[in-house]
Each structure stands twice: as structure tokens, then as C-alpha cells.
């Protein structure tokens, strides 16, 4: 199996920036690409961002193009999402995911909040 594990969240003010990680390990293999979701309370889990794992390239949602960047560390089997100026609607748990040829696999996420 895959596990993920998130860290780099936390309690921000609007203009902050914060990084997140996601650990991959287990049966990585084959592995197509990785990213982040997020859900608000409220609302229904959102794609933010992703990168495939060979080419590395990159996929944003609209609303984070410009603000986030996602990159990966092939050697540390980790992938990285840099949020720049962070808005209070940003605020969501981040959850992040691994495509591969086993399956899709999902950490557990991390709570990112950002303050006015």
C-alpha cells in the first residue's frame, strides 16, 4: 500500500504564506502524479493542485493560480504545495493524493486556516 502524510499547516493572517508537505511511501511505484484537494467546512472537497511525477508538470485551479506553487522532490519521495498570499477563503483542511497504477491513495490532511 501507499501512505501520505501531510505537515506544514497552520493558523496564518491574510498575506501570510505557508508550505505544505506530503511524505509518499509504501508501494510508490508507477506513480502518475500527486497534488492537493481541500474541503471548507461546508462545502465539498475542491481540486487546488497536482504534478506528474515523471514530466513534473504542474495543474492549478483557478483559484490559486498565481498565489500557489506545487513542486516535488523526486529523491525525498515528497511533493510540495507554497501558498503565497493566503486569503481567509483558503482556509479548508488540505488533503493530499497520489495517483498511481495501484490506485489513489489520501492523507489524512492538514488544517490550514488564514485569519482577516
Known amino acids: 500500500q501507499v501512505q501520505l502524510v501531510e505537515s506544514g499547516g497552520g493558523l496564518v493572517q491574510a498575506g501570510d504564506s505557508l508550505r505544505l508537505s506530503c511524505a509518499a511511501s509504501?508501494?510508490?511505484?508507477?506513480?502518475?502524479?500527486m497534488g492537493w484537494y481541500r474541503q471548507a467546512p461546508g462545502k465539498e472537497r475542491e481540486f487546488v493542485a497536482q504534478?506528474?511525477?515523471?514530466?513534473?508538470?504542474?495543474y492549478y485551479a483557478d483559484s490559486v493560480k498565481g498565489r500557489f506553487t506545487i513542486s516535488r522532490d523526486i529523491a525525498k519521495n515528497t511533493v510540495y504545495l507554497q501558498m503565497n498570499s493566503l486569503k481567509p477563503e483558503d482556509t479548508a483542511i488540505y488533503y493530499c493524493?497520489?495517483?498511481?497504477?495501484?490506485?489513489?491513495?489520501w492523507g489524512q490532511g492538514t488544517q490550514v486556516t488564514v485569519s482577516s
Open positions: 509504501g508501494r510508490t511505484f508507477s506513480r502518475h502524479r
Open positions: 504534478i506528474t511525477w515523471s514530466g513534473g508538470s504542474s
Open positions: 493524493f497520489l495517483v498511481g497504477g495501484l490506485g489513489d491513495y
